[in-house]
């Protein structure tokens, strides 16, 4: 019976994600198009299962929610930071930087978050993973200390992506 289920809902939570995203998609709510979009998640799922061979051994959910409100309110702060810097400092004053971090991540799907958590954060932007994946190259927009910038990636969401897929 279980392995009729893992063949069946090869990923549970990707099934529940896409039939939440083609309720959204629809703009209104009925149990119909809910159930449609059970069906086409669960599909769609079935099908690319081939191309997810490793998937994440251990993945804590609900500690994902905290690194979303997280990561949101971070965008937010950022939007506001980067609009004074663009609106108040000539380009000649600002302190652009590349940053290298070293990545205690070893899962493609925790590293894949982390990138863009990076990039959908104003002012920084992930540029180049290492061939091994053992640090991820950053451009900070302004900054006069490139190590503070690395930190704070690290301890803000490096750690909780480990604490949520390890």
């Known amino acids: 019976m279980i392995r009729f289920y893992r063949w069946l809902f090869?990923?549970?939570?990707?099934?529940?994600?896409?039939?939440?995203?083609?309720?959204?998609?629809?703009?209104?709510?009925?149990?119909?198009?809910?159930?449609?979009?059970?069906?086409?998640?669960?599909?769609?799922?079935?099908?690319?299962?081939?191309?997810?061979?490793?998937?994440?051994?251990?993945?804590?959910?609900?500690?994902?929610?905290?690194?979303?409100?997280?990561?949101?309110?971070?965008?937010?702060?950022?939007?506001?930071?980067?609009?004074?810097?663009?609106?108040?400092r000539p380009n000649s004053k600002l302190r652009p930087a590349w940053v290298v971090i070293p990545l205690e991540l070893r899962q493609p799907e925790a590293i894949t978050i982390l990138a863009g958590t990076i990039t959908l954060t104003p002012g920084t932007v992930s540029a180049d993973l290492s061939d091994e994946g053992h640090s991820l190259l950053v451009h900070a927009l302004d900054t006069d200390n490139p190590e503070a910038v690395r930190d704070e990636i690290k301890n803000r969401y490096e750690r909780r992506l480990l604490e949520i897929f390890e």
């Open 10 to 88: 090869p990923h549970p939570l990707l099934t529940l994600l896409m039939a939440v995203v083609w309720i959204l998609l629809q703009n209104e709510f009925s149990w119909g198009m809910a159930v449609f979009g059970l069906i086409l998640g669960t599909i769609i799922a079935r099908l690319t299962a081939v191309w997810w061979p490793d998937r994440p051994v251990s993945f804590r959910f609900f500690k994902m929610v905290p690194y979303v409100l997280i990561v949101l309110w971070d965008i937010m702060v950022a939007n506001v930071q980067v609009a004074w810097i663009v609106l108040t």
